[in-house]
């Protein structure tokens, strides 16, 4: 009967096995927590409206958590914060500016900068030479005056999203590449290879006033706000074309455009200088170019040399971009594209950038604003709003990123490195810190949420989560403790809150999969403490791990159990099936003493598996140097035999005297018996 109505349904037969409503329905959708709805369970809300009629169950069969199954169509402009009253078309993008969506956002989809061609072959993008070592710069600074009231952008690129993104893309507001072909080499171990650059120059001693549009040759072209303007071949403020079939050569130049000098010593600011929004790609194709393509300021130590950042002109250079409104087709975005190819090998020690941010702080110059956030470069990822999101896929502030070929060997020579991230530090300065200094740091800015991990290393992608120091037997392999107590530190408090449930300070764990056999050794955890060679300690303490429990202050230890505890070192061995021990030990502690080839143990002092001891002031000593409470026996032995190998000899006396305890012991599986007199006493 059930296999027909669901037949006529169209539907399977439910599982009854399973527990738990598929379909439910009521005026008050079930709290969160409630059992006996399965996973999926669909709840029609009677007495819901808009958004809150349907229902669905995202948690389980033991405690559901329903969740509202919003239509797509049901959102509209005026769901969205900040809105304001103007009326627009449809189809029209808007942006925020602060306090109203009011600005309306035109299309772009060309390049807005290309030099060279993007390639793999030498000779295509801009060359790189010794003496050419920063063909792309921009430099800012002040002048030594306040700006005026304006909009100043020195550098920007921005990528609006509006649309949602649920093709696979991956987009870069900016991004900076070297590229190195099959079998290239960076040999040399001083080289530097990183991506990013810039640079601008005003020229002149004489003392001069420039207002207004000062030029050689000035291209301008304006049109009405109004009208249709149809362009069918060019529309050019300057255009320079050549029509030949013939050879050049000779002493001469051959340029399109050319920037000289015919007297003095003096040059020409710019080569070639792009206004605001001048074009929408600044310089084209440029194959082989050896000069600098872009260059703004001087690159110099001293004010006035560079574009000024001021208040007013807080970005000089911008690079905006958008998605137009609509979801980008699969592809690989770079807002701001620049690429270093490299063609043939480099074994000069250079150091090269594809993209380079650089702050410089002339000599005594502070930063004393505890406020302030400085850094050569930014990767700034803002997800503006307060409503739900999903992100998918790699979503970060800044990405490293390192492509090579599916096969073949790379080789990483002594003493260089491979990685994605570097922090490198060229001080010999001493710091005082009363704040904190890192090569990494994670910190929030604002607001109270924290970052779920500090640091995050996918299993499928390292071998070694984290590595320090190297393992080696010479000074300087590992973090020296000369200049502090712990080269290691993992810092943790119960936030100032009563806590509940099993909580660590540092947590290592080892999961066991497969059936290991042959020689293996697994630890989730080893300290090890290693004299090198024929060294003498003559200190305190030198142990392989050191476990320390301080009650500082006048403390009450109320345990849950009788057979709780409050201890330095806590070893649990937890069995949760069957368990056959074919030969060898289960045990919570193991000491073991492991020597090698001829030794001789001289022995003024006690060599010994475990030490109960006192060290305080008060002369206090332990209650029980051993308390054993869930025990078969006390002590376990080895075979005995007439000496004393295992600890104990075979010996057989007849005790005397009165006994008042037994205490219990194994030796080699044979049960012995220990008897505890009633008396010192022990007869005759």
């Not at 990767?379 to 502030?397: I, P, S």
């Not at 000491?591 to 001829?598: K, P, Y």
Request: hydrophobic share 40%.
């Amino acid at each position: 009967m059930i296999d027909r109505v669901c037949s006529l349904l169209r539907m399977n037969p439910p599982i009854v096995d399973n527990r738990g409503m598929l379909f439910s329905s009521g005026a008050t959708v079930p709290t969160d927590g409630t059992d006996g709805y399965q996973t999926g369970c669909i709840f029609q809300h009677t007495d819901g409206g808009a958004e809150t009629a349907l229902y669905v169950n995202e948690g389980s069969v033991t405690s559901c958590d329903f969740n509202a199954v919003i239509p797509p169509g049901s959102m509209e402009l005026s769901d969205l914060g900040d809105v304001g009253s103007v009326a627009y078309a449809a189809g029209t993008l808007l942006t925020a500016d602060g306090d109203s969506y009011e600005e309306v956002v035109a299309a772009c989809t060309r390049k807005v900068i290309e030099t060279g061609t993007y390639s793999s072959t030498a000779s295509n993008g801009v060359t790189l030479l010794s003496t050419n070592n920063r063909p792309v710069s921009f430099l800012f600074d002040d002048a030594g005056a306040a700006l005026g009231a304006a909009d100043y952008r020195a550098a920007l690129s921005r990528v609006l999203l509006t649309k949602d993104q649920s093709n696979a893309i991956t987009l870069n507001a900016m991004r900076a590449q070297i590229k190195g072909l099959d079998g290239i080499d960076v040999s040399s171990a001083s080289s530097v290879v990183s991506p990013f650059t810039g640079y601008l120059e005003l020229a002149g001693t004489g003392a001069r006033t420039l207002n207004g549009h000062v030029a050689c040759v000035r291209a301008a072209l304006e049109e009405g706000a109004s009208g249709t303007t149809t362009v069918g071949t060019y529309l050019a403020g300057f255009e320079a074309t050549l029509n030949s079939t013939r050879t050049y050569g000779g002493s001469g130049i051959t340029a399109a455009f050319l920037a000289d000098i015919s007297s003095g010593t003096s040059s020409w600011q710019y080569g070639l200088y792009v206004g605001l929004s001048g074009a929408d790609v600044i310089l084209g194709s440029c194959d082989a170019f050896t000069g600098k393509v872009v260059q703004t300021g001087t690159y110099s130590s001293s004010a006035s040399k560079g574009v000024t950042l001021a208040s007013g002109n807080n970005r000089p250079v911008s690079f905006l971009f958008d998605d137009a409104g609509a979801a980008l087709d699969a592809a690989d975005y770079r807002a701001t594209l620049s690429r270093v190819c490299l063609t043939i090998d480099q074994s000069n020690a250079i150091t090269i950038n594809a993209l380079r941010g650089q702050l410089k702080a002339n000599d005594g110059i502070d930063i004393s604003n505890t406020s302030s956030v400085s850094s050569p470069i930014t990767g700034y990822l803002e997800l503006a709003g307060t409503g739900a999101r999903t992100l998918a896929g790699h979503v970060a502030g800044i990405r490293a990123a390192i492509e090579e070929g599916a096969s073949g060997t790379t080789t990483i020579s002594a003493s260089s490195y491979y990685s994605g991230f570097e922090a490198t530090l060229n001080s010999t300065r001493t710091y005082t810190e009363t704040g904190e200094m890192a090569a990494f740091m994670a910190n929030i800015s604002g607001g109270t949420t924290k970052w779920p991990k500090a640091f995050w290393a996918d299993a499928a992608g390292c071998t070694t989560g984290i590595y320090v120091g190297k393992h080696a037997n010479t000074a300087g392999s590992g973090i020296s403790l000369g200049g502090a107590t712990a080269a290691n530190r993992f810092h943790s408090d119960d936030g100032g809150s009563a806590l509940t449930g099993n909580r660590r300070g540092v947590l290592s764990r080892l999961a066991v999969i497969a059936e290991h056999t042959g020689a293996l050794s697994l630890a989730s955890m080893c300290a090890q403490t290693k004299l090198v060679g024929d060294v003498d300690f003559d200190g305190d303490y030198l142990a392989g791990m050191y476990a320390y429990l301080e009650m500082a202050g006048a403390n009450d230890l109320g345990l849950n159990d009788a057979r709780h505890a409050a201890c330095a070192v806590r070893a649990r061995t937890e069995v949760g099936g069957d368990l056959t021990i074919a030969q060898g030990y289960l045990a919570g502690v193991y000491a073991e003493l492991n020597t090698t080839g001829a030794y001789t143990v001289t022995q003024t002092g006690v060599l010994a598996a475990f030490v109960a001891t006192a060290t305080d002031q008060r002369g206090d000593l332990w209650g029980s140097a051993l308390y054993v409470d869930g025990a078969d026996n006390v002590l376990g032995f080895a075979a005995a035999d007439s000496g004393y190998t295992n600890g104990i000899k075979a010996n057989a006396v007849t005790p005397t005297g009165n006994v008042s305890h037994v205490i219990r012991v194994d030796i080699n599986g044979t049960p012995g018996y220990i008897p505890v007199y009633a008396a010192e006493g022990l007869g005759t």
